[in-house]
């Protein structure tokens, strides 16, 4: 099994900052991409940045592109989403996920519980 813990999120004014962490236990946490994926009140879940095994290939979403960075610690089996210039628009439950089911990147076969994420204007 495994067990993915996401931290990191909280409350912070627009245009400012915040980085998600995400642990990994339970499996070799270096062999298999992972994901960030949000969801906000009433919207549907949506991709947000996924990276593969080695961290050679990074996926950004549009509306993040140029301000959110993932990066991931395969020594310490910890992914991170490093948020900057944050909008209202960011707010929303943030997930990470592991385990690519296919080489798109955009689906995954573990999830965690989550984070939230709120940004004021």
């Known amino acids: 099994q495994v067990q993915l813990v996401e931290s990191g999120g909280g409350l912070v004014q627009a245009g400012g900052s915040l980085r998600l962490s995400c642990a990994v236990s339970g499996r070799t946490f270096s062999t298999y991409a992972m994901g960030w994926f949000r969801q906000a009140p009433g919207k549907e879940r949506e991709f947000v940045a996924a990276?593969?095994?080695?961290?050679?290939?990074?996926d950004y979403a549009d509306s993040v592109q140029g301000r959110f960075s993932i990066s991931r610690d395969n020594a310490k089996k910890t992914m991170y989403l490093q948020m900057n210039s944050l909008e209202p628009e960011d707010t929303a439950h943030y997930y990470c996920?592991?385990?690519?089911?296919?080489?798109?990147?955009?689906?995954?076969?573990?999830w965690g519980q989550g984070t939230q994420v709120a940004v004021s204007s």
């Open positions: 990276i593969s095994w080695s961290g050679g290939r990074k």
């Open positions: 996920a592991a385990e690519a089911v296919s080489t798109a990147l955009r689906a995954f076969r573990f």
